[in-house]
């Protein structure tokens, strides 16, 4: 590979807070990369083992909760490491490349308190109710909760956004692979959906999970040597700082510098807004109530394990942070105005722009496969979980009720094959964001927040009413819109990034959301106390009161342990970022 021939960091010429480029629907031309045979063969090898596992996992498909929760049996490591690949998609290694690129260390507070606060209440509080419940999805824990209504409502919206965020994983991985290896972009998009589609359909969840786990290994693989050759590119930590400190301020390289409230920052957010709008409603709503998350821990074998999934992948979430935020703030400082329409980049580049400067072949052929498993690995979780919920919530339940089991594994397979074509339609919506993680968390403030908000209230005020349920989450979701397309994208209110704005829009909805529910229930009746157990905090189910299987009492199995040992480790590693 020909030596990297990066822009000379002597002299930046950052302004404080860069413009971002004008979107675009292609990477930059120079970002192609030098690939050779061994890169394709270690792609293919990686192809191959893909569709093993899906052929192998078929043999345990004999029932559609086979097919739709792996018949509840896999152990809590592998639902661990399957819960954070899902998330670990190419739009959140991109995403967050992006996001430390434009906004600098603030990229940890998606992590730290962005995430692990809500993992771990989904683990201690949350799952308890969720797996001794007996549910196939979040929607139908919302059917014993309230009322049909809500359901059919939280059915659809959620339907909808799994296969938007399908879509964007589509988008970034056609671009991607259009601008690194040459293929044209209907390539990537059919060659990727055919291998999501074949081992989904071959062996249901299952397979999704079993490659999730190799997944996560993959993308390690490629995201480690970009991140050790890129601190090293740039003369180290000490170096990295130094040179941003001085082209961008002494704020972006650290947690809370400039986040007071009035004070200007990249991030256009002060503290309030980002623990309120990030920490508490954008976070709490995607991990508490994202079925494509969710979905790997109702899988486990018991509830221990269940209970334990989201706490074991808590602490590869901690340090996960570092190996996509050095990234994008190592391009930041070796490329003056990066993202900006004068560099000829986008906030998007910073991984490939590594990539294409830094990865011999061989370790280039692995980065390429993480990449691809990356995507594939957040498509396959929305997927999998768009078919659960469309099939179970939505046809059993209100189309074609009371078939044979084998009528909805069959229809299941065919709704992957539709949810594949649909999230091909959706990806283009992601071409009108430069910085694709904007566009995640926009829909996440849209359909996620909403429901949060109504789960959080259900579980824990037994005077909510059937009919409350609908009515907040309908108008968590509208205002959410409105705050967004209207009063931030119609310039009515002065709120400074996309980010800030999300945040923003997340506060509106949770608010909107839980007024609502509140005036809807002071006048309709409550549900009746006896069809709460086990639905509301203080009450119990049978399958809440499940005892836990040999080994399980093990200490460092405990799940308070392990939840509180993640909050505390997220905790210290603030204090370096914070002084």
Same mark, same amino acid.
């Given at each position: 590979?020909?030596?990297?021939?990066?822009?000379?960091?002597?002299?930046?010429?950052?302004?404080?807070?860069?413009?971002?480029?004008?979107?675009?629907?292609?990477?930059?031309?120079?970002?192609?990369?030098?690939?050779?045979?061994?890169?394709?063969?270690?792609?293919?090898?990686?192809?191959?083992?893909?569709?093993?596992?899906?052929?192998?996992?078929? #043999?345990?498909?004999?029932?559609?909760?086979?097919?739709?929760?792996?018949?509840?049996?896999?152990?809590?490591?592998?639902?661990?490491?399957?819960?954070?690949?899902?998330?670990?998609?190419?739009?959140?290694?991109? &995403? *967050?490349?992006?996001?430390?690129?434009?906004?600098?260390?603030?990229?940890?507070?998606?992590?730290?308190?962005?995430?692990?606060?809500? *993992?771990?209440?989904? &683990?201690?509080?949350?799952?308890?109710?969720?797996?001794?419940?007996?549910?196939?999805?979040?929607?139908?824990?919302?059917?014993?909760?309230?009322?049909?209504?809500?359901?059919?409502?939280?059915?659809?919206? @959620?339907?909808?956004?799994?296969?938007?965020?399908?879509?964007?994983? /589509?988008?970034?991985?056609?671009? %991607?692979?259009?601008? +690194?290896?040459?293929?044209?972009?209907?390539?990537?998009?059919?060659?990727?959906?055919?291998?999501?589609?074949?081992?989904?359909?071959?062996?249901? /969840?299952?397979?999704?999970?079993?490659?999730?786990?190799?997944?996560?290994? %993959?993308?390690?693989?490629?995201?480690?040597?970009?991140?050790?050759?890129?601190?090293?590119?740039?003369?180290?930590?000490?170096?990295?700082?130094?040179?941003?400190?001085? $082209?961008?301020?002494?704020? @972006?390289?650290?947690?809370?510098?400039?986040?007071?409230?009035?004070?200007?920052?990249?991030?256009?957010?002060?503290?309030?807004?980002?623990?309120?709008?990030?920490?508490?409603?954008?976070?709490? &709503?995607?991990?508490?109530?994202?079925?494509?998350?969710?979905?790997?821990?109702?899988?486990?074998?018991? +509830?221990?394990?269940?209970? #334990?999934?989201?706490?074991?992948?808590?602490?590869?979430?901690?340090?996960?942070?570092?190996? %996509? !935020?050095?990234?994008?703030?190592?391009?930041?400082?070796?490329?003056?105005?990066?993202?900006?329409?004068?560099?000829?980049?986008?906030?998007?580049?910073?991984?490939?722009?590594?990539?294409?400067?830094?990865?011999?072949?061989?370790? /280039?052929?692995?980065?390429?496969?993480?990449?691809?498993?990356?995507?594939?690995? &957040?498509?396959?979780?929305?997927?999998?979980?768009?078919?659960?919920? @469309?099939?179970?919530?939505?046809?059993?339940?209100?189309?074609?009720?009371?078939?044979?089991?084998?009528?909805?594994?069959?229809?299941?397979?065919?709704?992957?094959?539709?949810?594949?074509?649909?999230?091909?339609?959706?990806?283009?919506?992601?071409?009108?964001?430069?910085?694709?993680?904007?566009?995640?968390?926009?829909?996440?403030?849209?359909?996620?927040?909403?429901?949060?908000?109504?789960?959080?209230?259900? !579980?824990?005020?037994?005077?909510?009413? *059937?009919?409350?349920?609908?009515?907040?989450?309908?108008?968590?979701?509208?205002?959410?819109?409105?705050?967004?397309?209207?009063?931030?994208?119609?310039?009515?209110?002065?709120?400074?990034?996309?980010?800030?704005?999300? @945040?923003?829009?997340?506060?509106?909805?949770?608010?909107?959301?839980?007024?609502?529910?509140?005036?809807?229930? +002071?006048?309709?009746?409550?549900?009746?106390?006896?069809?709460?157990?086990?639905?509301?905090?203080?009450?119990?189910?049978?399958?809440?009161?499940?005892?836990?299987?040999?080994?399980?009492?093990?200490?460092?199995?405990?799940?308070?342990?392990?939840?509180?040992?993640?909050?505390? /480790?997220?905790?210290?590693?603030?204090?370096?970022? $914070?002084?």
């Amino acid at each position: 590979m020909q030596t990297p021939t990066f822009p000379p960091t002597s002299s930046p010429t950052l302004s404080p807070a860069p413009s971002p480029a004008p979107p675009s629907v292609h990477l930059a031309a120079e970002l192609r990369l030098p690939t050779n045979w061994l890169d394709y063969t270690l792609l293919g090898i990686y192809f191959v083992v893909v569709l093993g596992i899906g052929f192998a996992a078929r #043999r345990s498909v004999k029932t559609s909760l086979d097919f739709f929760l792996s018949g509840r049996s896999l152990p809590a490591w592998v639902t661990g490491l399957a819960f954070i690949s899902a998330n670990l998609a190419a739009t959140e290694i991109l &995403g *967050m490349a992006a996001n430390s690129a434009q906004y600098g260390a603030y990229t940890v507070h998606w992590y730290w308190i962005g995430a692990i606060p809500a *993992m771990v209440f989904l &683990g201690l509080v949350m799952m308890p109710f969720y797996y001794g419940s007996k549910v196939r999805s979040v929607p139908e824990f919302l059917l014993l909760r309230f009322d049909r209504p809500a359901h059919l409502l939280s059915s659809i919206l @959620f339907a909808l956004a799994a296969i938007l965020i399908a879509g964007v994983n /589509l988008y970034a991985l056609a671009i %991607v692979v259009e601008a +690194l290896l040459g293929w044209p972009q209907w390539v990537a998009i059919v060659v990727a959906g055919f291998f999501v589609l074949a081992y989904i359909t071959l062996g249901g /969840l299952s397979s999704a999970i079993y490659n999730e786990v190799l997944q996560f290994f %993959v993308i390690l693989a490629a995201l480690i040597p970009i991140t050790v050759l890129a601190l090293k590119k740039v003369g180290g930590w000490d170096g990295l700082t130094d040179t941003l400190t001085k $082209s961008h301020g002494d704020d @972006f390289v650290t947690a809370w510098g400039g986040t007071g409230i009035g004070e200007a920052n990249p991030l256009g957010a002060n503290w309030l807004t980002i623990v309120l709008g990030l920490g508490f409603v954008l976070s709490f &709503g995607y991990w508490t109530t994202n079925f494509a998350e969710v979905q790997r821990a109702l899988s486990a074998k018991n +509830l221990s394990a269940a209970q #334990r999934t989201p706490l074991i992948a808590a602490f590869p979430k901690i340090f996960i942070v570092f190996l %996509v !935020m050095i990234p994008g703030l190592a391009v930041a400082a070796l490329v003056p105005g990066f993202g900006t329409e004068e560099s000829g980049y986008q906030y998007n580049d910073a991984i490939p722009y590594l990539m294409e400067g830094l990865l011999p072949n061989g370790v /280039l052929g692995i980065a390429v496969t993480g990449l691809l498993a990356a995507f594939m690995a &957040g498509m396959a979780a929305n997927v999998s979980s768009f078919n659960t919920v @469309f099939t179970t919530d939505i046809w059993a339940k209100y189309v074609v009720k009371g078939r044979q089991d084998e009528y909805y594994v069959r229809f299941g397979r065919l709704i992957t094959a539709i949810g594949v074509c649909a999230s091909i339609g959706t990806a283009f919506l992601a071409r009108s964001f430069s910085n694709i993680m904007s566009y995640l968390q926009t829909l996440f403030s849209f359909f996620n927040v909403p429901m949060f908000v109504v789960f959080i209230i259900g !579980m824990f005020w037994k005077r909510a009413s *059937m009919k409350s349920g609908f009515w907040g989450l309908l108008a968590g979701t509208t205002a959410a819109m409105v705050n967004y397309f209207v009063l931030y994208k119609q310039d009515i209110i002065d709120i400074p990034s996309d980010q800030g704005a999300n @945040f923003v829009s997340a506060i509106a909805g949770f608010a909107a959301g839980a007024v609502v529910m509140v005036a809807v229930s +002071l006048f309709t009746a409550p549900k009746p106390t006896e069809e709460l157990q086990g639905l509301v905090y203080g009450t119990t189910s049978p399958g809440m009161a499940e005892p836990p299987s040999p080994g399980d009492e093990a200490w460092y199995r405990k799940p308070a342990l392990l939840g509180w040992g993640a909050i505390i /480790l997220a905790a210290a590693c603030y204090i370096p970022f $914070s002084f």
